[in-house]
């Protein structure tokens, strides 16, 4: 990531200094770029590019699946769709990640920073790089500026209503922490952030044993200390745990 954005700003002399762009075009050029990079070291007969960096680098198959449900990293996800015809709650994601921040849009001092995203899951795929595949999440993203605040009792709060960029969207699903949303009892357009740890989860035969870990978030409470038996966020009505697929040709069930 570190040599491509070089290469941009050794391309580009006059708009290197305007981080905007360079991270605009650096979203851009980035996957051509490193084709052609990889490439160029397979050429040699020295080379040691690994047999992963290999398929990355030859690009998905134009066929992906679809997934209306999908478990990893201890948690178990839903998209949006489905959540809104299920008695459950499994869509609600929280990431992590660097942003470029300026205090107005003129800014020639920008920086960078780790920032908290809250959004929910609107489609789940699956990238398949023939030797391997990939999972990733694309969001709904709540703006960070004016669709997120923390009150006075520290409990973080979001409107879900007010979108973020729609250009930036995707996520890997290791990425994802799965928050839920609960609406604020005072009322209005805003709903509270609850935070969960990952849980045991069985895929087939292969089991992921996950350890308890301190909440992701500072400040936030955990679903598990809250007191109240009318929410329910593991589902109780049905046996085992269901990933439908779904393609343009057919659908599948499947249990696992």
Not at 178 to 201: A, E, I, M
Request: charged share 30%.
């Amino acid at each position: 990531m570190c040599e491509h954005l070089s290469f941009v700003r050794t391309l580009h002399p006059m708009k290197a200094k305007n981080e905007k762009w360079l991270q605009a075009e650096h979203k851009r050029s980035f996957s051509s770029w490193f084709k052609r990079k990889i490439e160029t070291e397979l050429a040699r007969p020295e080379n040691t590019i690994s047999q992963q960096i290999r398929w990355l680098a030859h690009e998905p198959k134009w066929e992906v699946l679809s997934y209306s449900g999908y478990g990893i990293g201890g948690y178990y996800y839903n998209t949006s769709d489905r959540d809104s015809r299920s008695t459950t709650q499994n869509s609600g994601v929280m990431v992590e990640a660097e942003s470029l921040h300026m205090s107005i849009a003129k800014d020639k001092n920008p920086i960078y920073a780790n920032m908290l995203y809250y959004g929910v899951i609107e489609d789940i795929w699956e990238l398949n790089y023939t030797q391997f595949k990939i999972p990733v999440f694309r969001c709904k993203w709540v703006d960070n500026k004016g669709g997120v605040k923390v009150d006075e009792n520290g409990f973080t709060l979001v409107d879900l209503n007010k979108e973020g960029d729609p250009n930036d969207r995707f996520i890997f699903a290791s990425q994802a922490k799965q928050v839920f949303y609960v609406n604020d009892p005072n009322g209005g357009r805003w709903s509270v952030v609850l935070t969960t740890k990952p849980k045991l989860y069985d895929r087939g035969d292969v089991c992921d044993n996950i350890e308890e870990t301190p909440s992701f978030s500072r400040g936030l409470p955990e679903s598990d200390d809250i007191d109240n038996e009318d929410v329910a966020y593991v589902r109780e009505d049905c046996e085992g745990i269901y990933v439908e697929e779904d393609t343009t040709s057919r659908k599948k069930r499947k249990r696992t």
